[in-house]
């Protein structure tokens, strides 16, 4: 006689253990996943900000060391433009050696050593021995330390180009190390927004005596936000 073989398989209540067990297993690594994928995200948005800030960072820096000296000055913003932070500075173009530049009396030529950008220097400015923000922004008509340029400079010859200002000047302080000057263009500002976090450059709105942050009838570049 044959005794019947006796079936093998799962409980009704070994099934429903598997499946809450699966269910726990399945929720924790979904939890893994996505809390993995959150931070993943945070990362690169981390990167990111970095990545423009670091930009912004080098990018003032170069600018700033290119600056005229005395023309570097910071302020913030009053009224409406509260919460604004600006640094402001004008660029150096180029630079030379000038030769018979009017420190007695006032004049509208002068000579300078010919130098490579000569040719792109048309109706900028000059400077000389520049040392605070006064003598840089506030120009007395006829005795400024920076004064405008009136077209282009002469042609090249022995070695020299003529200089023709807007109006006769005296440059104020003669003893410039190495007779040296400076070819400049208009004022430029950074400035940080801390009420939207937006970081803009400004240029091409002129010289201020008293500084007005931000620039007024300006053209403005946003940086970084």
């Known amino acids: 006689m044959h005794l019947p073989k006796k079936q093998s398989g799962f409980t009704l209540v070994e099934l429903i253990a598997v499946i809450v067990l699966l269910g726990i297993i399945g929720v924790g690594v979904t ?18 900000i970095a990545q423009v800030g670091r930009f912004a960072v080098e990018r003032i820096a170069r600018e700033v060391k290119a600056a005229l000296p005395g023309s570097v000055r910071r302020g913030m913003g009053i009224g409406a433009s509260s919460g604004v932070e600006c640094l402001e500075f004008v660029p150096v173009l180029a630079s030379s050696v000038y030769i018979n530049a009017p420190f007695v009396s006032p004049s509208d030529t002068f000579n300078v050593v010919d130098f490579p950008q000569a040719a792109d220097m048309t109706d ?27 077209g282009s ?20 302080r003669e003893s410039s190390v190495a007779q ?42 946003l940086l970084a936000e």
Request: glycine share 6%.
């Open 153 to 172: 400079l002469s042609s090249a010859s022995n070695g020299e180009r003529t200089i023709t200002l807007a109006s006769a000047n005296r440059f104020p």
């Open 124 to 150: 900028m400015r000059v400077a000389i021995y520049t040392i605070n923000n006064t003598e840089v922004y506030t120009q007395p008509t006829g005795n400024s330390f920076v004064a405008a340029i009136s």
């Open 180 to 221: 040296r000057i400076y070819f400049v263009d208009q004022p430029v500002s950074f400035c940080l927004d801390t009420n939207t976090d937006q970081l803009t450059r400004y240029e091409d709105y002129g010289y201020n005596g008293t500084p007005v942050f931000p620039p007024t009838g300006a053209s403005a570049s």
């Open 31 to 48: 939890g893994y996943i996505t809390t993995s994928a959150e931070a993943y995200r945070e990362v690169t948005r981390r990167d990111e």
